[in-house]
T-cell receptor, first 115, second 115 residues
Framework: DQQVKQNSPSLSVQEGRISILNCDYT??????FLWYKKYPAEGPTFLISISSIKDKNEDGRFTVFLNKSAKHLSLHIVPSQPGDSAVYFCAASAHSGAGSYQLTFGKGTKLSVIP | DTGVSQDPRHKITKRGQNVTFRCDPI?????LYWYRQTLGQGPEFLTY????????KSRLLSDRFSAERPKGSFSTLEIQRTEQGDSAMYLC????FGEGVQPQHFGDGTRLSIL
């Protein structure tokens, strides 16, 4: 059972336009959400995060929105640039009794920004 | 470069052989995680260390897998009697110890191919 779902395997957007990447989750215990970006042959790079007590967090061109009632979050990239082309992973965390903040990842969305 | 370092980057071995991977986390990061990523999937949690103590293991971590973090610095992940299904990217991540969730920083991974 997939607890974090990214239903769009790929997305193409023109340079300068908005990219919107979506993520749904099922586990109500998740209380922190993160987006990672991954280029081929590299590890995931942290992009932006949001706590469950907030509904929006912004960092430059990147904004993450959280809708707890719908168990849905989205990442907005404005304006999109060719260098944003990568695989984007949504991840969620729930504090375990052992002290781990292990991440549960979605399958990723491959974003292609067309010049 | 003060990021998470993993060695080797690639490992090709025959089925039944033992392999060992090394991870050097960002210095002063108390928390260390191992993940496994297969094609088309997001990273999946394997195990968690807080300093030298292994505090959590995933059900994915069969008894052929063992991880250590002596002295709370670098970590090793060993797979004994490798099987075809072990072929994957093995990722290491570290984060500082602090209040709440701290973003995990990933290495570039070790890609394991079982012949």
């Amino acid at each position: 059972d997939q607890q974090v779902k990214q239903n769009s395997p790929s997305l193409s957007v023109q340079e300068g336009r908005i990219s919107i990447l979506n993520c749904d989750y099922t586990n109500s215990m998740f209380d922190y959400f993160l987006w990672y970006k991954k280029y081929p042959a590299e590890g995931p790079t942290f992009l932006i995060s949001i706590s469950s007590i907030k509904d929006k967090n912004e960092d430059g061109r990147f904004t993450v929105f959280l809708n707890k009632s719908a168990k849905h979050l989205s990442l907005h990239i404005v304006p999109s640039q060719p260098g944003d082309s990568a695989v984007y992973f949504c991840a969620a965390s729930a504090h375990s009794g052992a002290g781990s903040y292990q991440l549960t990842f979605g399958k990723g969305t491959k974003l292609s920004v067309i010049p | 470069d003060t990021g998470v370092s993993q060695d080797p980057r690639h490992k090709i071995t025959k089925r039944g052989q033992n392999v060992t991977f090394r991870c050097d986390p960002i210095s002063e990061h108390n928390r260390l995680y191992w993940y496994r990523q297969t094609l088309g999937q997001g990273p999946e949690f394997l195990t968690y260390f807080q300093n030298e103590a292994q505090l959590e293991k995933s059900r994915l971590l069969s008894d052929r897998f063992s991880a250590e973090r002596p002295k709370g610095s670098f970590s090793t992940l060993e797979i004994q009697r490798t099987e075809q299904g072990d072929s994957a990217m093995y990722l290491c991540a570290s984060s500082p110890f602090g209040e709440g969730v701290q973003p995990q920083h990933f290495g570039d991974g070790t890609r394991l191919s079982i012949l």
